[in-house]
């Protein structure tokens, strides 16, 4: 059973927990187990690293505890809640009221400014951030009026970040978010992703196979073959402009 150490004293409490999680697809006659046993937990405030190769579960485990897929067996468990009970207009709340997401790939709406993207999650949340503050917040304040086709693809980044938080998310989950990105750009959006995590207090999930970006997490989880290989602190958190791959 992989365990994780939750006796640092900066982390006082888990806001979502997974428990002997399991994913299995059937493929025809095949099983293809994506995860097996994983016990972790992401704590408030904190950032930490997914890191893993392709196929390793790191996707199929994020997606979990994000409420977009369900395990095979065991429980997620956000602030007392089983999300594992939920039926699927229970988890559509969950994700609309609790979780940011970005991907490796923007989906941006075309035909909308940077500002109407954002606007978009504005318009549908409780508490929302207003979509310029969002914008302005990962640096964006110039760009509101300027369509995707119109923006780099860091800027494009940077405005699926900027759509995510502006629900003030709980949790904030990325998914390769530098992954189609050159390493100036990358850093650019880490730079973006780390003051959403310091700013806002956003306990942050980063996915990634790129092991440099592990050194500007609190935490670094690495999946092997489904399975927690290694849980690991890092002393210090690197600066996104101190990486360079």
Known sequence: MDEVNTNNASLPSAIIE???VTKTYHT??????ALSGINMSLFEGEM????GP???GKSTLLNILGGLDRPTSGQVIFRGQELTRFDDHALTLYRRDHVG???QFYNLVASLTALENVALVTEIAHNPMPAFEALSAVGLSERVNHFPSELSGGEQQRVAIARAIAKRPEILMCDEPTGALDSKTGIRVLEAIEDT???LGTTTAIITHNATVADMADRVIILADGKISEIRENPKRKKPKELSW
């Open 101 to 103: 997401f970005v991907f």
């Open 48 to 51: 930490v690293v997914l890191l």
């Open 28 to 33: 025809g006659f095949l099983d293809v187990k």
């Open 197 to 199: 995590n310091r700013n």
């Open 54 to 56: 392709s196929g390793s």
């Open 18 to 20: 997974a428990r002997d």
